[in-house]
Each structure stands twice: as structure tokens, then as C-alpha cells.
Nanobody, 126 residues
């Protein structure tokens, strides 16, 4: 049974930083691309950033390019999201997502994702 558990959300002022973690279990983690999505109140869930199963070149949404970084530690079955220069519009619930086995990158359409974490709230105050 796949389980994804996020941690690290919280309240931060604009311009600040947060790091989210997502620990995976029930899968051979190194075989899967991973991603982060977010959902703001009243909005649809959207792709934020993804990393291939090998940890290669990440995929970014334009809104976070240059501010957010994704990394993974396959020995710890964990993927990280480093968020810098946060803006109030980054406020959302952030979800970790498991991609498809041995597919290079995670799908950017949330309807294609089967396994999600429970989500962690990130609030950026102005």
C-alpha cells in the first residue's frame, strides 16, 4: 500500500522560505518520478514542480521557476520542496504526488495522479 506523508508547512512572511518533505512507503521509491502540486481556496489543484526517478532535470511551473527547488533522497525515500522568496499567492495546500513507475517525469495534469499525500498548508502573509 502506497503512503505519502508530507511535513514542513506553516506560516511565513512574504520573502521567506519553507522546506516541505514527503516520505514515501510501500513502493520502490527510486523507480518513480515525484511531484508537488498545490490547491488554493476556490481554485483547482495545479502542478508546481516535478523530479524524475533518477533525480535529473526538474520540471517547473512558470510561477515558481527560480524560487522553488525540488530534490530527492532515494536512500531515505523522501522528496523535498525548497520554497524561497515566497509570495502571498503561493498560499495553498501543498500535495506530494507519486508518478508512474519508470516514467521519466510526473504528469502535470492532476487527473493523471493516482497517489497523493494528505497535504500540508502553506500560508504566506504579506
Amino acid at each position: 500500500q502506497v503512503q505519502l506523508v508530507e511535513s514542513g508547512g506553516g506560516l511565513v512572511q512574504a520573502g521567506g522560505s519553507l522546506r516541505l518533505s514527503c516520505a514515501a512507503s510501500g513502493v520502490t521509491f527510486s523507480n518513480y518520478p515525484m511531484g508537488w502540486f498545490r490547491q488554493a481556496p476556490g481554485k483547482e489543484r495545479e502542478f508546481v514542480i516535478g523530479i524524475s526517478w533518477s533525480g535529473g532535470i526538474p520540471l517547473y511551473a512558470d510561477s515558481v521557476r527560480g524560487r522553488f527547488t525540488i530534490s530527492r533522497d532515494n536512500a531515505k525515500n523522501t522528496v523535498y520542496l525548497q520554497m524561497d522568496s515566497l509570495k502571498p499567492e503561493d498560499t495553498a495546500v501543498y500535495y506530494c504526488a507519486l508518478g508512474e513507475r519508470k516514467v521519466w517525469q510526473v504528469a502535470t495534469d492532476p487527473r493523471s495522479i493516482t497517489n497523493w499525500g494528505q497535504g500540508t498548508q502553506v500560508t504566506v502573509s504579506s
